[in-house]
């Protein structure tokens, strides 16, 4: 999993609380990443962030937050207006913004709300 | 819109026989193309990518893959599966923006001793 931490490994919640998915990258990457990962689906792109203090919108960003104070760290704040929030998150990085430089991935976190 | 499909949910095969795990993709212009593997309860992990040049890529662990622009496909190839293969691949496509990657719905391969 490369020179990416994602903490905690699982993460219980109850219905209406918003919680924080830590990331932080030792790689000095410039780009970083969100992404859901469903059963029987693909990754789903929730933010990404190409610079510090700079983060746009993916595919499925209600309902999530997030923010890009350090180069490093990429914290993702899953909300209460978030539908169905349980799901295995993952987190990325990459030397730049463009697509050709592959994706290093985090361990993954996986939230449980009930 | 660009897309990517991978038809087969698993994939079954012998230790040591090849094996072929596919993608087929759909993209204005020309494509960028990855495949991830994942194991178990982890993150995912590069395997290769297609940018431009030779059709037939090489990657880690032995993987190879093999661009064809008239059938749109990027299967991925290994001569000899091992046991230790088992997991679940993810083929990728660039998106809309270059940012982007849109990501197959994934292919378990399952490699019996």
């Known amino acids: 999993d490369g020179g990416i931490t994602q903490s905690p490994k699982y993460l219980f919640r109850k219905e209406g609380q918003n919680v924080t998915l830590s990331c932080e990258q030792n790689l000095n990457h410039d780009a970083m990443y969100w992404y859901r990962q469903d059963p029987g689906q693909g990754l789903r792109l929730i933010y990404y962030?190409?610079?510090?203090?700079?983060?746009q919108k993916g595919d499925i960003a209600e309902g999530y937050s997030v923010s890009r104070e350090k180069k490093e760290s990429f914290p993702l704040t899953v909300t209460s207006a978030q539908k169905n929030p349980t799901a295995f998150y993952l987190c990325a990085s990459s030397s730049s913004g463009t697509v050709s430089n592959e994706q290093y991935f985090g361990p993954g976190t996986r939230l449980t709300v009930t | 819109a660009q897309s990517v499909a991978q038809p087969e949910d698993q994939v079954n095969v012998a230790e040591g026989n090849p094996l072929t795990v596919k993608c087929t993709y759909s993209v204005s212009g020309n494509p960028y193309l990855f495949w991830y593997v994942q194991y178990p309860n982890r993150g995912l992990q590069f395997l290769l990518k297609?940018?431009?040049?030779?059709?037939l890529v090489k990657g880690s662990y032995g993987f190879e893959a093999e661009f064809n622009k008239s059938q749109t496909s990027f299967h991925l190839k290994k001569p000899s599966a091992l046991v230790s293969d088992s997991a679940l691949y993810f083929c990728a496509v660039e998106g809309d923006s270059s940012y982007k990657l849109i990501f197959g719905s994934g292919t378990r391969l399952l490699v019996r001793p």
């Open positions: 962030s190409q610079i510090v203090n700079d983060f």
């Open positions: 297609y940018i431009t040049g030779d059709n």
